[in-house]
């Protein structure tokens, strides 16, 4: 099993940046982001191809948020840019050791990390 560890969540006013870490114990098939908010289902944000660096994003953060991978360190990273209220919720990194569907999908990820809390201030 893969163990994921994330860093990087805080508090933060609107308009500012945070970075997410997330280093895995080994490399992955495809790496995606997620986050819940209170009361509400978890929901996709982004995903890589870890070999080939394709990216995927949701329309709701298209443009603002980034993410990235290093490939030596076995570390994702999701760069989150002009931060809003409503992106406030615990953010969890995920892999995938092979291909299993949609990105989107929480059901193509076989582990998943602690999750780290994202709070952004209006």
């Known amino acids: 099993q893969v163990q994921l560890v994330e860093t990087g969540g805080g508090l933060v006013q609107a308009g500012g940046s945070l970075r997410l870490s997330c280093t895995a114990s080994?490399?992955?098939?495809?790496m995606g982001w997620f986050r819940q908010a209170p009361g509400k289902e978890r929901e996709w944000v982004a995903a890589?191809?870890?070999?080939?660096?394709?990216?995927w994003y949701a329309d709701s953060v298209k443009g603002r948020f980034a993410i990235s991978r290093d490939n030596v360190k076995n570390t994702g990273y999701l760069q989150m840019n002009s931060l809003k209220p409503e992106d406030t919720a615990v953010y969890y990194c995920?892999?995938?050791?092979?291909?299993?569907?949609?990105?989107?999908?929480?059901?193509?990820?076989?582990?998943w990390g602690q999750g780290t809390q994202v709070t952004v201030s209006s």
């Open positions: 995920a892999s995938a050791a092979a291909y299993r569907g949609r990105v989107d999908y929480t059901s193509s990820y076989d582990n």
């Open positions: 080994r490399g992955a098939y495809c």
């Open positions: 890589i191809h870890w070999s080939a660096g394709n990216t």
